[in-house]
Every structure is written in structure tokens, then in C-alpha cells.
């Protein structure tokens, strides 16, 4: 199945893909680093799947209902047609988020008499393993779960899993993990599907968007909300595992973790969008993980609930999406250095000190949190890590760790001026140090460009960043340099590869956030046309329902990578923002 036949449904909680063949292909219940219940994407013969779809296997068009993340799967056969409406609830009840680890599927007749199969066929995670069944009289339990899981349904018992059946009126189906339901199904499908509804709608309507790009910032909006885990405020990369970054490329890496760095561009884009509650949350996850290290040796990333159990196992009995294994669980990045996360933590939460709209949590812990940060990173800069792109050969000097070591003390000082005036001189030494040593050891005196390491002669696109956090600025000639550089070493089919080779070798798509950095850059040093025409590209890829995983092959427009993929998210939003006119301008 193809990445652009996916659509995602979820609610902070869970989440799940369901393909236009009208199957759940991927799920984790009951969140999103459990072991999977339903994964044909990952194995067509034996994963598990929740199939809603008309007899003869008619292909469905997918789109969302507008302004939500309700999916609405449309089938016409020669018998007649049908939707199925599949989504997670969430909306405010008692006061309280409610979002439980459940999928809500509605069969709705259209045309004529459709004929409709069911099969919900789970799978023991890992293992494969198929569940024992138990039925009610309006219910199927599957055993051997860690918690209950029952599907409740008003479709007779009789056709699920079995032979097609008439779908003469409107049908309901609710797959549960844990508590199952226990009222009338109807009306609380029904009441669900009106809440959920209306809560996305609420959403979206406290969006700021831009003039420009309006369907494409709403759409990666909501999105991206669905990779913010609400329980503890975490935000992982992606949802998936394993698919790889082309065809046989053994790139296949599990995002389903909270990486430091992703939430703080995630958490950038929130801001733009006017939404900050995701930065609250996230200040009790980071301020949970830091307490655990009180020498801040902070992991790039941890699991949802924090923890640090990311052992990278590969599953040989599993062939992967397409069949272009190896599967992977946990990711052995976990173990890296990796500098630039100290930078990124001081600027999540430098608007917490800078902006008077969020001073109630400018608590004497945060601001010593934030200190303690930006002392770690004045103390790093320069050294040999990993990097952002989490080399696994030899490590050098990363000049985009040393890059966000520098915004980390820049901003620090900055807070410093109206939080701890005593400490500003220190932190403004630091910075001028470490902006003074990546000028003199990360420029390639030649040709006046940013490298990537000290000392070296390749680029990379997080160069961009150095123009997008003004470590240069924009009437720097080395800001178009370093522009114009990445762009032509980097560039393939119109979008930008990440660098050129590693220890896989040479990447064969483009990593989809750094055509957006590009964008961004070129908004900064007043390069606006260059900028919009690039966003214009983004009608080039084959995504119907707006969803962008992490990479792209420029030559079809198809997608690969880990599907949806935060960052690239978070890169529309940040790139339509800056490439677009202000309100202002245009009313």
C-alpha cells in the first residue's frame, strides 16, 4: 500500500492508519510505543486488521471532514454506496480531556443496497499472535491483551468475519482497549461523533493561520496535534516504525518516541499557530526527565512516559512495509550525544521568560531548569557528538549542535536581563565565545560558506537554521552564500536531501522539514519570491489528504519514511508562516 492511501485518525491518546481499501492497518493501543494490534502495514499476510469495505473490493476515496481529523472513507460498487466515518474521540468532559484508547467506525448506506464485509482480525503485538475470541450478544472480546479489548457493534455477530451482508441502514463499531461500552451503542456513536466534531472544529477556529497556505497550515496543524501524547505532555516523531526512507535503503528506524529536538520545532509551530497548552504540558515532561539526571545528560529522546528503555531490536520475522525490512523496535540514538538537545530546550521554553503572556510559569524551578541548561551548553560547544542527523561512524564537531549550544546562551541572556541581571554578562561572553569559534572554524574561508563540522567542507541543510535563529544575519553575505551553497549540492527534483552521503551511502530522496528550512531562509534575507515558488512544490506530492511523511522522491512525488511524520509538519507550518503576506497586508 502506498503512504498517500493512508489516512490518520487519533485523539492525543491513540492512533491508528486506515488505507482507502477501508482497512485499520497500523495501531498501538493503548499508546503510541505499545506493541501494535493491528499492523498489516508492516505485514501484509500475518498483521493484524480492521477491514470495513464493499464486497467486491471496490477502492474508496478518502478525505477528511472538514477542519477535523474524522476520516470519511466514500465506496461505490455496483451494488450501491457507502462511507464509513472513522475517528477517535475526543472533546471536554466533567471539565477533563477525554480521549480514550478507542476506534469509532460508522457504516453509513448511500446509494442503492451496498454489500458490505467486516473483518476485525487483531494480532498480539509482536508476537503475531491471533487472540482467542469470546462473544456476547452484541460484542466479540479478544483475550490474552493486557487489558480488555472488545469490539461492540449493532452489526449482527453473525457477518463479522464471515460472509458479505446488506447495509440497509446506518451501522456502528467500536473497537476498545479497556473499559468497553456499556450504553446504548447508537446514540453514544452518535454523540461521540457530534463531540469529537465539535471539539476539532473549536481547535482549529483558535488557529492563527496565515493569508497564504490556509488549507495546507490547518490540515499539518492538526496533524501535528495527533503526535502529542496529553497524558505526560510528550511529542513523539511519527507513529510508525520501520518504513523505510526509500526502497531497500535499510533505513528503518522506530520514531514512535519523544525526541527532544522534534518538540521543539513542534512547539515553535504551536506558537505560530497561537496555541501554547502543548507547551505547558511539555514543560512537566522535560522538567520529569530532567529530575531524573541531575547532571542534565539529557537522552535525545525517551519514551512517553519518560523513560529511557530504548534497546534498538531488529524483528527478523517481520518483512516490513512493502517488503523492504528490517523492522525495528526502540532506537539506539538514545545513546548518543547529541549537544544541539540543550539549545533546544532553552529556546522551548525561553518564551515562558520573554513573553509577559506566560509569566505564572516563570517559576523560580523553570528559570534554574533553563539556567542549568544553558550553563551545559556552554560547556559543549565545539565537542564531538552525533549530531541531528545521529551519524552512527565517527563523530566530529557539528557545527548545528554548536549553532543551538550558541542560541542556548544567547537566549539566556536575554532572560537573564529581566530575570537574573547578574548573570547576563556571563552568558553574553559565552555567546560571543562559541558565535566567534563556529565563525572562524565552521566557514570555509574559500567560498564564505557554513560547513557542517569544524574544519570540514560539506553542507548540510541544518546550515539553514544559522540564518532562521540569526547567528548570521541577513544582510551577511555569508547568509546567501551558505543559501545559495546548500541549495546547489543539495537540491534534487526542486527539494533539498539533508547532505549528501553517510555510512548508508548517498541519500536517494529528499528529507521534506529541509526544503521548508530552505524556505524559511530564503524569507529571512528578504528572498520572497524565491521562497513562495518553492512552496508551490508542494502540489507535487502525491498526497491526497495533505499528510507528509518524512521523505520524498522528487522523480514520482511518492513518499517514504516514517508516515505522518512530525517534522515535516511542523516545517509547512513554519515555512507557510514566513513566506506568506501579513494579515495586514492583504486586507
Not at 493503548?30 to 502495514?41: H, N, Y
Request: glycine share 8%; hydrophobic share 40%; aromatic share 10%.
Amino acid at each position: 500500500m502506498a503512504l498517500d492511501q493512508l489516512g490518520l485518525i487519533g485523539n492525543c491518546q491513540c492512533s491508528a492508519l486506515v488505507n482507502s481499501h477501508g482497512s485499520v492497518v497500523w495501531s498501538c493501543l493503548p499508546r503510541f510505543d505499545s506493541e501494535p494490534i493491528f499492523s498489516t502495514l508492516l505485514d501484509a499476510e500475518g498483521g493484524g486488521h480492521f477491514t470495513v469495505a464493499p464486497e467486491d473490493g471496490t477502492l474508496g476515496v478518502q478525505r477528511y471532514l472538514e477542519n477535523t481529523n474524522i476520516l470519511e472513507t466514500r465506496f461505490t460498487s455496483a451494488t450501491g454506496s457507502f462511507r464509513v466515518l472513522d475517528f477517535c474521540p475526543r472533546f471536554t468532559l466533567f471539565e477533563r480531556s477525554f480521549r480514550p484508547s478507542k476506534i469509532v467506525r460508522i457504516v453509513e448506506p448511500l446509494s442503492g443496497t451496498p454489500r458490505v464485509v467486516i473483518h476485525c482480525d487483531p494480532r498480539h503485538g509482536w508476537s503475531k499472535g491471533v487472540p482467542r475470541q469470546e462473544q456476547g450478544s452484541n460484542h466479540v472480546s479478544y483475550l490474552g491483551f493486557g487489558s480488555e479489548v472488545r469490539l461492540t457493534t449493532d452489526v449482527p455477530l453473525a457477518y463479522i468475519n464471515a460472509r458479505a451482508f446488506a447495509l440497509t441502514e446506518r451501522r456502528h463499531l467500536v473497537l476498545a482497549w479497556g473499559e468497553p461500552i456499556q450504553e446504548a451503542l447508537a446514540p453514544i456513536c452518535e454523540r461521540f461523533l457530534r463531540e469529537t466534531t465539535h471539539y476539532w472544529h473549536q481547535w482549529v477556529k483558535h488557529c492563527d493561520v496565515p493569508p497564504m497556505y490556509q488549507e495546507k497550515v490547518i490540515r499539518s496543524a492538526l496533524a501535528l496535534k495527533l503526535h502529542c501524547f496529553e497524558d505526560t505532555g510528550a511529542i513523539v516523531a511519527a507513529l510508525t516504525t520501520s518504513i523505510p526512507e526509500s526502497p531497500g535503503s535499510g533505513r528503518n528506524w522506530d520514531y514512535r518516541y519523544c525526541w527532544l529536538r522534534d518538540s521543539y520545532y513542534a512547539l515553535g509551530a504551536f506558537g505560530l499557530l497561537g496555541h501554547f497548552e502543548e507547551r505547558e504540558k511539555f514543560l512537566q515532561f522535560l522538567l520529569n526527565v530532567a529530575s531524573a539526571s541531575p547532571g542534565l545528560d539529557l537522552a535525545p529522546l525517551y519514551r512517553i512516559d519518560g523513560g529511557v528503555d530504548l534497546e534498538e531490536a531488529v524483528l527478523a520475522e517481520w518483512p516490513g512495509y512493502k517488503s523492504n525490512g528490517p523492522v525495528r523496535v526502540g532506537n539506539a540514538a538514545a545513546l548518543h550525544l547529541q549537544h544541539d538537545v540543550f539549545g533546544e530546550m532553552v529556546l522551548a521554553l525561553a518564551p515562558i521568560f520573554l513573553d509577559k503572556r506566560f509569566s505564572d510559569q516563570a517559576t523560580p524551578a523553570t528559570l534554574d531548569l533553563v539556567e542549568r541548561l544553558a550553563r551545559k551548553a556552554a560547556a559543549v560547544a565545539g565537542q564531538p557528538d552525533a549530531g541531528i542527523w545521529e551519524y552512527r561512524s565517527e563523530w566530529r564537531p557539528q557545527t548545528f549542535s554548536s549553532l543551538m549550544c550558541w542560541a542556548a546562551v544567547d537566549r539566556m541572556a536575554m532572560i537573564a536581563k529581566i530575570h537574573k541581571p547578574e548573570a547576563e554578562a556571563e552568558f553574553r561572553a559565552h555567546a560571543t565565545r562559541i558565535r566567534d569559534e563556529i565563525l572562524a572554524r565552521a566557514v570555509d574561508p574559500a567560498r564564505g560558506t557554513l560547513v557542517e563540522s569544524y574544519g570540514g567542507t560539506e553542507v548540510d541543510a541544518a546550515l539553514l537554521q544559522a540564518i532562521t535563529l540569526r547567528l548570521v544575519t541577513a544582510d551577511d553575505p555569508r547568509s546567501h552564500v551558505t543559501i545559495d551553497t546548500v541549495r546547489q549540492q543539495l537540491e534534487h527534483g526542486g527539494w533539498l536531501r539533508r547532505y549528501r552521503s553517510d555510512e548508508f551511502g548517498q541519500a536517494d530522496v529528499a528529507f521534506v522539514i529541509c526544503t521548508f528550512w530552505l524556505i524559511e531562509a530564503l524569507a529571512k534575507v528578504g528572498r520572497q519570491d524565491e521562497a513562495r515558488a518553492m512552496m508551490a512544490q508542494l502540489d507535487q506530492v502525491k498526497s491526497p489528504l495533505g499528510l507528509l511523511a518524512e521523505d520524498l522522491d522528487p522523480s514520482t512525488g511518492a513518499m517514504w519514511g516514517n508516515f505522518p511524520q512530525a517534522y515535516s509538519h511542523v516545517g509547512v507550518i513554519h515555512a507557510a508562516f514566513a513566506a506568506s503576506p501579513l494579515w495586514w497586508e492583504v486586507l
